[in-house]
């Protein structure tokens, strides 16, 4: 089932949107703020955002920045076309101009689902010297075969997926649980162990850091 966050500081304008998404099958993520939005994001990491402009304390266009990796709709009353120019160019992936109607919405929305689909599963993704094909599940570092577990193989997906951010344990549970619903919170650390061995294995470099108290990253200049 895709999680969807809506950033939306009018109630009756979300709760419309969030009736609407789950009556069509999902999940519904709320924040009121940008500053509250930054908060669920640290947390939970949904298959698309919804996100109003005009919000209380952080704007949308501040935190917009913060939501790379996961496909952004503005949904704003803002209709001047530097600004959705500006936004799409600044990473936003659609612009739907208040008021709007649902199935439009709901029509982009499916269509930046559908995009992310096949973005996610048919590249290769790429860090360093390390290469993970993900319709193969196949991993090489430096052209060396590496084996991974199920659950190894996850992990290295999406810190591999989001190489410039720090990837929270809450969220990396959430993402990998479709796939290892085996893997807990206790047992994480122990399997992000031995990933990092098979991975330093190849080359005696270090793909992978832990982020004290806060989770795991790719090491940028590995060594």
């Known amino acids: 089932m895709k999680v969807i966050l809506v950033v939306e500081d009018d109630i009756y304008v979300g709760n419309m949107i969030e009736e609407t998404l789950i009556g069509e099958g999902y999940t519904v993520l709320r924040a009121y703020s940008g500053t509250e939005a ?11 955002i919804l996100l109003d402009l005009m919000l209380p304390g952080l704007g949308g266009e501040e935190i917009l920045d913060s939501m790379k990796g996961i ?19 600044g990473g936003a992936a659609d612009y739907i101009t208040k ?31 390390i290469t993970l094909d993900t319709d193969t599940h196949a991993v090489t570092v430096s052209g060396n075969d590496i084996k ?43 399997h992000v162990s031995n990933l990092r061995k098979k991975l330093r294995g190849a080359t005696d470099r270090d793909y992978i850091e832990a982020v004290w108290g806060i989770g795991f990253k790719m090491r940028v200049g590995a060594e």
């Open 99 to 129: 008021p709007f109607d649902t199935g439009e919405l709901l029509a982009r929305i499916a269509v930046q689902l559908r995009n992310e689909h096949n973005k996610v599963n048919s590249k290769k993704l790429m860090f360093d010297d």
């Open 38 to 48: 930054l908060l669920v994001l640290s947390e939970k990491r949904p298959d698309l």
């Open 148 to 190: 991974l577990t199920r659950t190894e193989y996850a992990i290295l997906k999406i810190l591999m997926g989001n190489p410039k951010q720090v990837v929270t344990k809450s969220v990396m549970l959430d993402s990998i649980s479709y796939d290892t619903p085996d893997c807990t919170e206790s047992s994480l650390k122990m």
């Open 71 to 89: 496909p952004v709709i503005i949904v704003s009353a803002k209709a001047d076309a530097g600004d959705k120019v500006n936004l799409l160019l």
